[in-house]
């Protein structure tokens, strides 16, 4: 099968449109999370594929662009919750490049803001010149998880 790269869009085009976009990223905004992959290793599962008990990788450190969104407060009998949520925007090509050789997926807890999330879901919506051949970003939303849920040493700061 043949490669077709988009007509008004050349390879090399795409190629500048990464480079300022990681240097956007890495540089200028300075955003990044700490991400703690689940330990497979660790983790047991039962016959179903589940585990009440899950176990994380070491961290690391990913440079991405985040939407904070408003926290959600919600009162019941057993007193105040402040919940929320987070948007996270990766690169694609920063992901898969390098040392990282990071996707992240459900289940993944990040450190942010002194708090942890969950990532609940992960899409690749942009498609630049909406060719499937440049898809340049990674789109994670995560919502705040409990530290008592979370099998995660918590660091000194």
Same mark, same amino acid.
């Given at each position: 099968m043949s490669r077709t790269s988009p007509f008004f869009l050349p390879e090399k085009e795409f190629n500048l449109? !990464?480079?300022? @976009? %990681? %240097? #956007?990223?890495? %540089? #200028?905004?300075?955003? $990044?999370?700490?991400v703690y992959k689940v330990s497979i290793e660790n983790t047991e599962e039962n016959l179903y594929g589940e585990s009440t008990t899950k176990y994380y990788d070491v961290g690391f450190r990913v440079n991405c662009l985040l939407l904070y969104n408003e926290p959600e407060v919600t009162q019941d009998e057993f007193g105040t919750d402040v919940g929320g949520n987070i948007e996270m925007y990766? !690169?694609? %090509? @920063? #992901?898969? $490049?390098g040392s990282l050789n990071f996707y992240p997926e459900t289940g993944d807890i990040v450190d942010w803001n002194k708090q942890y999330w969950e990532i609940n879901g992960v899409t690749e919506p942009q498609l630049v010149a909406g060719h499937p051949e440049y898809n340049h970003s990674i789109n994670a939303t995560a919502h705040k998880a409990r530290l008592s849920s979370l099998q995660i040493e918590e660091r000194s700061r």
């Open positions: 449109i !990464q480079d300022m @976009n %990681e %240097e #956007l990223i890495d %540089e #200028l905004v300075g955003q $990044s999370v700490d990766f !690169q694609r %090509e @920063n #992901l898969s $490049s």
